[in-house]
């Protein structure tokens, strides 16, 4: 029983397959109730090898096979034969527009019988000049006008690309209306390129080079060739070079990857690899143009596109190898690159038959090359604003650091010389009086304190600057903190008032002693000699602290308030008095640091207050 059951499954599974190749294609009835007729297992096929068969013979033979689907039959040098039967009716429209839905196509011939029911042939594609098209359109149409009754069209079709095309029939008015969608839908294509590529150029010249730009114009005209609009608007009187416009592919695929590789930096990453990767695309893709440019042979432009393949898989799975390994670089790259290469994957899956042929499959490759294109230019505005911001903050840091070497050497000469000048006296008068000898002792120390809080300043600078956790908060008895900082001055210089303080007190001690002491040096260096500094700390509503430091000194002129916080800045007033212009900008950064924020008021003639709010803060876990 068992080995009867499958002796008939195949049985079934040999016969079933020629009895759908023996089946004719059923008549289609041009009823005028659809504008646009579909005809999925309405058309025959019949393959001519050497392409020498007529009319007449095709007509004759026997070998016509039926069409389940869209015409597929990839790449072929042979001629194929497409035959569609109609019916007429008396009532029904008599215009009707067959048209081929492919611009690859290098001629299209279309036996149709005309109202004389005499045989009239109109001629279209690629190797046919535009103007001599029976349609102006963007891919082969051919008008018809049948008389009422039974009438058989035959198509025959030649190219040197993949033969994977739908094949309709429209009404006359469907066909002009998909026409303005079409044009809608390039001229967009088209405008969203034009905008990007001239942004591109703007930025991308300065950003990625030379390459990018041959990148850019290749990819355009790659979109350009398969849309037809090149042979309707520009070589109109004159067959399409068909060599000359497969040479594009392979142009694409050596800036494709030469793209790749500066994208992913593979000559830093794999040297060796790059090198042979750049060396088997490029003789590749000069192989075959060479190739094509002789021969215009098929095989050529199924090796480019197999190239293009592996290329895609290639570099993907490189940038998906890179980014695991943390490089957000390769993680651009899949996304913008990957959405053309995807594109062009269901592109060659549609030529190869391995899609179906409708809207997405065959412009894929537009939307993908417009998505490629906008989020290049974003991601080339986006890098050229940050090497702007790069070389704005390099250029800043040259700056600060040409005055620092000069306010180093000016800072450093006067502490050295006073040094200098009191070691030569201690030297040459050994039996000087007591007092002499301490007063240049104390020249000495006080220049050596001098250059001890310069040099401490800006170490504090350059852990805030550079250490990825420059603050080391600990719980804090801050008012300790507050007598180790006016421990320098005579009890008669600082008038302290401080209220009760939270204990303990979240904050980095040393980098506070450091606010502290620059905000009483300045009251200091500008307040006059028989004048008090006041120095008030007071808590404040949950937990928080204030602290306000006030000088009776000349003020702070109002245009030059905004500066006081900046890096290096010396005001007119202190001209002449020690310093470095480290001291505030301190002040705010360590403030910053701690969450909180410092302000100043100044009145001329009437003196200075800089007050500092820190928030509590919490433990870090």
């Excluded at 039926?66 to 009532?91: D, Y």
């Excluded at 198509?155 to 066909?175: K, M, P």
């Excluded at 070079?241 to 000559?267: D, G, K, Y």
């Excluded at 040099?455 to 008012?479: G, K």
Aim: charged letters at 15%.
């Amino acid at each position: 029983m068992w080995i009867r059951l499958l002796w008939t499954f195949a049985l079934i599974w040999i016969l079933v397959p020629s009895v759908a190749r023996s089946q004719e294609a059923t008549p289609l009835l041009l009823d005028g109730t659809l504008s646009t007729l579909p005809l999925n297992g309405r058309l025959e096929w019949l393959e001519d090898p050497r392409g020498s068969q007529s009319l007449n013979d095709v007509q004759q033979s026997r070998a016509w096979q039926r069409l389940p689907g869209h015409l597929h039959v990839g790449f072929t040098s042979s001629a194929i034969w497409v035959r569609l039967t109609v019916k007429q009716p008396q009532t029904a429209a008599t215009d009707w527009v067959l048209v081929i839905d492919g611009t690859q196509i290098d001629e299209a011939v279309l036996h149709a019988p005309t109202d004389l029911t005499t045989e009239h042939v109109q001629r279209a594609g690629r190797q046919i000049p535009h103007v001599q098209w029976p349609m102006n359109s963007r891919t082969p149409a051919f008008q018809i006008r049948l008389t009422p009754g039974e009438h058989q069209l035959y198509l025959r079709l030649r190219s040197e690309h993949t033969l994977s095309n739908e094949i309709r029939l429209s009404s006359v008015g469907a066909f002009q209306q998909a026409e303005k969608r079409e044009s809608l839908f390039f001229g967009a294509f088209f405008g969203v390129y034009v905008l990007a590529l001239a942004m591109q150029l703007l930025f991308g010249l300065r950003t990625a080079g030379v390459w990018y730009l041959a990148y850019t114009l290749t990819l355009g005209l790659a979109g350009l060739n398969p849309s037809g609009y090149l042979q309707s608007f520009v070589l109109t009187t004159q067959p399409l070079p068909v060599p000359l416009v497969s040479l594009v592919i392979c142009m694409a695929l050596v800036t494709l990857t030469r793209m790749s590789v500066e994208w992913l930096q593979l000559n830093q990453a794999l040297p060796r690899l790059s090198r042979w990767y750049q060396v088997g695309m490029t003789s590749l893709a000069a192989c075959a143009g060479g190739w094509m440019l002789v021969q215009g042979s098929q095989q050529a432009v199924q090796v480019i596109q197999v190239a293009l393949l592996v290329h895609t898989i290639f570099a993907l799975g490189l940038s998906v190898h890179f980014w695991r390994q943390g490089s957000s670089q390769a993680g651009y790259y899949i996304l913008i690159f990957g959405v053309v290469e995807l594109a062009a994957v269901i592109r060659f899956a549609r030529n190869e038959g391995l899609l179906p042929v409708h809207f997405w499959t065959d412009y894929a490759i537009f939307i993908g090359i417009a998505l490629h294109v906008i989020m290049m230019s974003v991601y080339l505005i986006v890098r050229f604003r940050n090497v702007q911001e790069a070389l704005a903050i390099e250029q800043k840091a040259r700056t600060e650091q040409r005055e620092f070497v000069g306010m180093v050497s000016h800072e450093f000469k006067t502490p050295l010389a006073i040094i200098s000048t009191s070691v030569q006296q201690l030297v040459a008068n050994l039996n000087a009086p007591q007092d002499k000898v301490q007063e240049r002792a104390s020249n000495i120390r006080q220049a050596v304190r001098r250059m001890e809080r310069l040099l401490n300043d800006y170490l504090s600078v350059e852990r805030l600057d550079t250490a990825h956790q420059p603050m080391r908060l600990v719980n804090t008895d801050f008012f300790e903190v507050i007598e180790e900082a006016v421990a320098d001055w005579p009890l008669e210089r600082i008038r302290l008032q401080v209220d009760e303080l939270p204990e303990p007190w979240v904050c980095d001690p040393d980098m506070m002693r450091i606010v502290l002491r620059n905000l009483l040096e300045n009251a200091d260096r500008h307040a006059p000699p028989d004048t008090r500094i006041d120095l008030t700390v007071q808590a404040e509503t949950a937990g928080s602290l204030r602290l306000s430091v006030r000088d009776l000194g000349e003020g702070v002129p109002p245009e030059e308030q905004p500066k006081l916080f900046q890096k290096f800045f010396r005001g007119r007033a202190s001209q002449g008095t020690p310093g470095a212009g480290l001291g505030l900008y301190l002040v705010a950064r360590i403030v910053k640091a701690h969450h909180g924020r410092v302000s100043v008021e100044s009145t001329a003639g009437q003196g200075t207050c800089f007050m500092v709010y820190l928030p509590a803060m919490k433990l870090p876990v």
